[in-house]
């Protein structure tokens, strides 16, 4: 038993240094992929500058050299016409004129919400099912991604804000 | 309404003058309101009267700026007066939404837009800084062109079309080596 394991001793000790630095038994990273995915009613406007933000935050926090091996791409998932769906709501309650014009404001914080506003988004809140909400082809997308990234060698982190997390854990 | 409207107006009406200063058309103040006022009343064909006055239309300067929808270029020049670098970002940011808005239908389309719509966010944050606050002031200055950009029923229709367009795709970002190429004029050749 000893002569097993001391044959496995000298095997594990010549053998792993040597694969590991010839990058043939644990595959040499060569960089880590950020991927953010987006929460629901995010446009891909709002998703992009998101993205930034972590980069800028990773920017601020790591090396020039940590920094320079990473990448950030973007998984956009859709919010399945949530948005519309808000959109043409308020139409209807509070007029075509006024959401026209205020509907990003309010979305977007410039203006103050109306009670109808939040009156709105609580009721699609309430009827909203987050279980049906990935989709197979959406997800085929994002899970290449992460494939591809991983068989080049990378690493891949996954940052994602709400419903992005049922696709990330979907992938 | 109203509160986003009126701004709107009086950065159209700063920004007729500004331009009227470049031009060298500064009128009397007398012959402006004549002028306005003959817009306003449809009596300026230029049949009867024989004057020469063309009416009160604004003429934005920044050349960066052909070929962005109207109100979205009179907005980003009142706005960003001080700064041809920003104005230019912002056109270019301005000028793919447009794309989208009209390529809305067209799923490959809109996914090409939306990559060029990456890149003129890219060079808005680029050209705003190196730090965190940068990619925030890069999100609201989007944020406040886009209501700006989406004044009408079918312009928000058209972009929430866009959008749905784009779900489950993957967008790469451009790798911080290669930051400056996703402008399409370069910052460093602006003045300001």
């Known amino acids: 038993m000893k002569r097993i394991i001391g044959v496995m001793w000298m095997f594990l000790v010549w053998f792993v240094p040597q694969a590991s630095a010839e990058g043939t038994f644990c595959r040499s990273e060569t960089g880590t992929v950020v991927v953010f995915g987006n929460g629901i009613m995010n446009t891909k406007d709002d998703a992009d500058s998101s993205k930034e933000v972590i980069e800028r935050n990773l920017r601020s926090t790591l090396t020039p050299d940590e920094f320079s091996k990473l990448e950030f791409d973007l998984a956009y998932n859709e919010s399945y016409d949530l948005m519309a769906d808000l959109y043409e709501s308020l139409k209807q309650r509070l007029g075509q004129d006024n959401v026209v014009v205020s509907f990003w404001r309010w979305l977007g914080g410039g203006d103050e919400v109306p009670d109808a506003v939040r009156e709105e988004l609580l009721k699609m809140a309430t009827r909203f099912d987050f279980s049906t909400m990935v989709g197979d082809e959406d997800l085929a997308n994002h899970i290449a991604l992460y494939r591809t990234s991983i068989l080049s060698g990378k690493k891949v982190i996954a940052v994602s804000h709400s419903q992005g997390n049922f696709f990330a854990n979907a992938a | ?192």
């Open chain 2, 1 to 192: 309404m109203t509160e986003i409207n009126q701004p709107t107006e009086k950065e159209n009406i700063v920004t007729m003058k500004s331009n009227w200063k470049k031009l060298g058309l500064a009128l009397g103040a007398g012959i402006l309101v004549l002028g306005g006022a003959c817009a306003l009343t449809s009596c300026g064909g230029g049949s009867s009267s024989g004057s020469s006055t063309p009416p009160v239309v604004i003429v934005p300067s920044d050349p960066n700026g052909e070929n962005v929808y109207q109100p979205a270029r009179q907005y980003i020049e009142a706005t960003y007066q001080d700064s041809a670098k920003k104005r230019a970002a912002l056109f270019q940011y301005a000028k793919v939404v447009e794309k989208a808005l009209a390529d809305s239908g067209d799923k490959q389309l809109s996914i090409q837009h939306a990559e060029e719509a990456g890149r003129a966010s890219e060079c808005l944050t680029y050209t705003l800084g190196d730090d965190v606050s940068a990619a925030h002031a890069s999100y609201e200055m989007k944020k406040d062109l886009r209501s700006i950009i989406l004044n009408t029923d079918e312009r928000n229709k058209a972009y929430f079309a866009y959008n749905d367009q784009l779900g489950g795709e993957v967008f790469k970002g451009t790798p911080n080596s290669q930051i400056a190429t996703t402008c399409d004029i370069s910052p460093a050749t602006l003045p300001n």
